[in-house]
């Protein structure tokens, strides 16, 4: 069964850093490029970041670049968001998603929520 | 960036009877790179339709796509009530890869 887990959700402060992580499993990683999607509570969803089955190719939304890292580690089947410099904007519930440029996303875990607050 | 444009906001119609959303592109989604999400209150989203017109697995038959270019629908035959959820669009052909706001579908 095909399965992606979120975590490292938490509340920090603005300008405060965080490290997201998911975990796959139920499929061959290294085949698929991966996603990082946020919702806003009561709001629609915003692709964050995505990247490549191999890691050497990855892509930004405007509003995350510059900030936020996307990464994997295929030998352990995860992908990460590295968040700095953080703003109560980016409070959202992050969703990790199988897919990316040129491929829908089949898959997603149940979210990971980040709160930033002082 | 492009741009999606979903209509109507919200649509209220009874069980049995035909929904039909709409995704208007900014410009030409490539290779009709065109997926449809279901989001049910509380739950992730579900991949519906993939490519503008491929039914995800496990799919109702009920649930279909078409379109090219820059405009896309998104049918449901007849509703159920478990159809009560936002439906978003997506182009996922160019990066940034961008949702649509949504079109919000009650069961009256």
């Known amino acids: 069964e095909v399965q992606v887990v979120e975590s490292g959700g938490g509340v920090v402060r603005p300008g405060g850093s965080l490290r997201l992580s998911c975990a796959a499993s139920?499929?061959?990683?290294?085949?698929?490029?991966m996603s990082w999607v946020r919702q806003v509570p009561g709001k629609g969803l915003e692709w964050v970041s995505g990247i490549n089955w191999n890691g050497g190719s990855t892509g930004y939304a405007d509003s995350v670049k510059g900030r936020f890292t996307i990464s994997r580690d295929n030998a352990k089947n995860s992908l990460y968001l590295q968040m700095n410099s953080l703003r109560a904007e980016d409070t959202a519930l992050y969703y990790c998603?199988?897919?990316?440029?040129?491929?829908?996303?089949?898959?997603w875990g149940q979210g990971t929520l980040v709160t930033v607050s002082s | 960036e492009i741009v999606l444009t979903q209509s109507p906001g919200t649509l209220s119609l009874s069980p049995g009877e035909r929904a039909t959303l709409s995704c208007r592109a900014s410009q030409s989604v490539s290779s009709s790179y065109l997926a449809w999400y279901q989001q049910k209150p509380g739950q992730a989203p579900r991949l519906l339709i993939y490519?503008?017109?491929g039914r995800a697995t496990g799919i109702p038959d009920r649930f279909s796509g078409s379109g090219s270019g820059t405009d896309f629908t998104l049918t449901i035959s007849r509703l159920e009530p478990e159809d009560l959820a936002v439906y978003y669009c997506q182009q996922y052909g160019t990066s940034p890869l961008t949702f649509g706001p949504g079109t919000k579908v009650d069961i009256k």
């Open positions: 998603a199988r897919g990316g440029r040129g491929t829908s996303f089949d898959y």
């Open positions: 490519g503008a017109s």
């Open positions: 139920g499929f061959t990683f290294d085949d698929y490029g």
